[in-house]
T-cell receptor, first 112, second 116 residues
Framework: DAKTTQPPSMDCAEGRAANLPCNHS???????VYWYRQIHSQGPQYIIHGLKNNETNEMASLIITEDRKSSTLILPHATLRDTAVYYCIVSGRPGNTGKLIFGQGTTLQVKP | GAVVSQHPSRVICKSGTSVKIECRSL??????MFWYRQFPKQSLMLMATSNEGSKATYEQGVEKDKFLINHASLTLSTLTVTSAHPEDSSFYIC????????????FGPGTRLTVL
């Protein structure tokens, strides 16, 4: 599985958009980009995933560059409850055996 | 949908005893479940992949005789930490693959194990 690089920490003002970047320059053609977050002392929460098209759901938007070497997770209106560690993971398609290998993630601190 | 539960949420045991942790997919069938371990201030580390009806596949460095995994049904996997020692104290998290939106992995809330 391709490795990902994320900044270790970011701050965001409450109510503003949080843009979390992820580099995955060695991603292969059949690998998806997954985003999870972990709030302190809880299990990770699924956010969104995509292959090459931009994706949006009720939680966030995922923007994947055309060359697929990087992506950005966007939380449109961050709240204090969005403070968490965000993990960007590259793995096989859903339904495949694809294991999720977690890196260090980005700690997002949403401030009032 | 796509809810995964774990039991117990917290357990304290004496050194040398065995502890069983249950992972259940509540509203979907999971052919594959995964077990992770997380030490304080560290990321999740995958321990093993569990497929219903077959033997678990362990990651390199994980002792299969110490961490026994059973996946007897499509909604239940168990992790037994045998002869637990203080260094096994950790946060154990399971995930199950399936459900909505498209066969994604969903995680349980975790089990905090403390070995005295």
């Amino acid at each position: 599985d391709a490795k990902t690089t994320q900044p270790p920490s970011m701050d965001c003002a409450e109510g503003r958009a949080a843009n979390l970047p992820c580099n995955h320059s060695t991603i292969s053609g059949n690998e998806y980009v997954y985003w999870y977050r972990q709030i302190h002392s809880q299990g990770p929460q699924y956010i969104i995933h995509g292959l090459k098209n931009n994706e949006t759901n009720e939680m966030a938007s995922l923007i994947i560059t055309e060359d697929r070497k990087s992506s950005t997770l966007i939380l449109p209106h961050a709240t204090l409850r969005d403070t968490a560690v965000y993990y960007c993971i590259v793995s096989g398609r859903p339904g495949n055996t694809g294991k999720l290998i977690f890196g260090q993630g980005t700690t997002l601190q949403v401030k009032p | 949908g796509a809810v995964v539960s774990q039991h117990p949420s917290r357990v304290i045991c004496k050194s040398g005893t065995s502890v069983k942790i249950e992972c259940r997919s509540l509203d979907f069938q999971a052919t594959t479940m995964f077990w992770y371990r997380q030490f304080p201030k560290q990321s999740l580390m995958l321990m093993a992949t569990s497929n219903e009806g077959s033997k678990a596949t362990y990651e390199q460095g994980v002792e299969k005789d110490k961490f026994l995994i059973n996946h007897a049904s499509l909604t239940l996997s168990t992790l037994t930490v045998t002869s637990a020692h203080p260094e096994d104290s950790s946060f154990y998290i399971c995930s199950a693959r399936g459900g909505f939106p498209t066969d994604t992995q969903y995680f349980g809330p975790g089990t905090r194990l403390t070995v005295l």
